[in-house]
């Protein structure tokens, strides 16, 4: 079991004004697992159902309490196995040895895994995590619960914002999987019970799918407006159209590079159903294979968007200002990423 933190402000655009937004980290930390220790593990077939209808899916053993599978986990024949049955097939009784040359031999890459389960661990492990931050980050108030699904990095997750004060996100790693298999066990829909405030609405969800809110019944999605604007003009509405053709320049950065990049001018209209919209210019731009922002070519920028004036849109100076913007903020990642070039000495 072993702590570690990281400052997370470098890679959070949305947290740079935050006096702290550091993440903390529990690895490997033993569960306890009582009742499995005491009463020993609930074997029951687990899998997944497939994306099509000639596609049976996989089927797999796992523990009914506490989620943890057996080494090997077992490749059931789903014609035979359904999601939930109780296990009642033969177990091997050690775990097949790791593979080596030899094994690679008789089993080659590709070749299925044992169809039979091993052996339980010993000694199951899970993990913690923590990220606060403190000032500004994300706007709005909102407190959250997650459930996860059967294949979750996060079992359970919560955070509670508070802008421009703050905010707190926990979440564990298999601590938890009791509920999740009691409340949540199918499937690959986490649920989600959340009550957030911000931009004027109040919003609700009570047990939802937090991937797929077009299938959730009513009653689990809700919201109210509180803004008196968007009762007496109506809704904000954004639009973005293209105008004209996609151009293309060259982007000069400062460390020397060139970088061939497309630009496509788009109009921004916005403003409320029943009053005067207002409208802006907005440059996308996109280059392949794309421009190192961190050492090492440890990550590329494919594309962003930066905003044009309206003199320059109808000077038609509009590409040169672009590119001087994009420049800039590449630039600037670079600086906050540490960037240097191959031709540069470290110090």
């Known amino acids: ?159 509670i914002r508070l802008y421009p004060f703050g905010a707190l996100y926990l979440h564990t790693e298999r601590f938890g999987t009791w ?22 609405r109040l919003e609700w969800a009570l047990w939802a799918r937090r991937d797929s809110s077009d299938i959730d019944p009513w009653w689990m999605r809700g919201s109210i407006t509180l803004d008196p604007r968007d009762r007496l003009f109506g809704h904000r509405r954004y639009s973005y159209e293209k105008v004209g053709d996609p151009t293309t320049v060259t982007v000069r950065l400062p460390h020397g590079d060139e970088h061939t990049v497309t630009l496509q001018l788009e109009r921004c209209d916005y403003g409320r159903t029943r009053r005067r919209h207002f409208h802006s210019w907005a440059v996308d731009w996109n280059t392949r294979p794309g421009i190192p922002t961190k050492p090492g070519d440890r990550g590329k920028i494919l594309g962003s968007g930066v905003e044009a004036t309206t003199p320059a849109v109808t000077a038609g100076t509009w590409p040169a200002e672009a590119a001087a913007r994009i420049a800039l903020q590449i630039s600037q990642d670079r600086e906050r990423y540490g960037y240097r070039p191959a031709s540069e000495p470290a110090e």
């Open 1 to 159: 079991m072993y702590l570690h933190s990281v400052d997370r402000r470098p890679d959070s655009p949305t947290s740079r004004r935050a006096l702290l937004n550091r993440g903390y980290f529990l690895n490997d930390i033993p569960r306890p697992l009582l009742a499995c220790r005491l009463l020993g593990h609930r074997p029951v077939v687990d899998g997944t159902t497939g994306f099509r209808a000639d596609d049976p899916g996989s089927r797999w053993v796992c523990c009914d309490r506490c989620g943890v599978r057996p080494t090997p986990q077992g490749h059931l024949d789903p014609a035979r196995w359904n999601i939930g049955d109780r296990y009642t097939g033969p177990w091997l009784s050690e775990p097949p040895p790791p593979p080596g040359f030899i094994k690679s031999l008789r089993h080659p890459a590709g070749s299925p895994p044992p169809p039979t389960p091993g052996p339980w661990p010993t000694n199951p492990t899970g993990a913690a995590g923590a990220e606060l931050i403190i000032g500004r980050s994300f706007p709005g108030w909102s407190i959250s619960f997650k459930l996860g699904n059967c294949g979750s990095e996060h079992t359970l997750a919560a955070h």
């Open 179 to 200: 509920l999740q298999r009691r409340l949540n066990p199918r499937g690959y829909q986490s649920r989600v019970t959340e009550l957030r405030l911000g931009d004027g």
